[in-house]
């Protein structure tokens, strides 16, 4: 197996985390309330730097 070490830079991270199924109306719930939470935070610009 091939495998790559990378330094990354100090960052924040947001996590959330649903289990079950895929299309599970809990996972709809979740990321709803996620989006809610970047919208209530202010982070809207910043969409493009999460690993969603």
Do not use: C
Not at 9 to 25: A, C, E, F, V, W
């Amino acid at each position: 197996m091939n495998y790559t070490v990378e330094n990354l830079k100090d960052s924040h991270i947001i996590y959330m985390r649903n289990t079950g199924p895929y299309r599970d109306s809990n996972n709809f719930k979740m990321m709803s309330d996620f989006k809610s939470w970047i919208t209530n935070n202010n982070l809207q610009k910043d969409l493009a730097t999460y690993g969603i």
